[in-house]
């Protein structure tokens, strides 16, 4: 069957790190642009990365540069999201996403259903002390 499983969320304390993951089955993702959005509580789901198929490019939430990495792993088949020095703002649940080929700036800044093609379920990240 053909779906996305993001795992690898926790509790952390601040300055720690979590490693998540979006598996792919029932389909390739080499094809495909991935993106990680999160949702925290009382808040509007925000882009996170987005990492494009062919060239690779990148976008990230200005929130994140430099702390977070998106990284593609084709022959696993498997998309990550490393998060380095977190916050309690960076508490919230996270989602991973395909659409076709690329991610378009405009496309992830603006977090619509409509230009994904399939969410994976979510995992939630608590970093508190």
């Known amino acids: 069957q053909v779906q996305l499983v993001a795992s690898g969320g926790g509790l952390v304390q601040p300055g720690g790190s979590l490693r998540l993951s979006c598996a792919a089955s029932?389909?390739?993702?080499?094809?495909?642009?991935i993106g990680w959005f999160r949702r925290a509580p009382g808040k509007e789901r925000e882009g996170v990365s987005c990492?494009?198929?062919?060239?690779?490019?990148?976008y990230e939430s200005d929130s994140v540069k430099g702390r977070f990495t998106i990284l593609r792993d084709n022959a696993e088949n498997m998309v990550f999201l490393q998060m380095n020095s977190l916050q309690p703002e960076d508490t919230a649940i996270y989602y991973c996403?395909?659409?076709?080929?690329?991610?378009?700036?405009?496309?992830?800044?603006?977090?619509?259903?409509?230009?994904?093609?399939?969410w994976g379920q979510g995992t939630q990240v608590t970093v508190s002390s």
């Open positions: 029932g389909f390739t993702l080499e094809h495909y642009a």
């Open positions: 990492i494009s198929s062919r060239d690779g490019s990148i």
């Open positions: 996403a395909v659409r076709p080929y690329v991610c378009y700036e405009k496309v992830f800044a603006r977090v619509k259903d409509v230009d994904w093609d399939m």
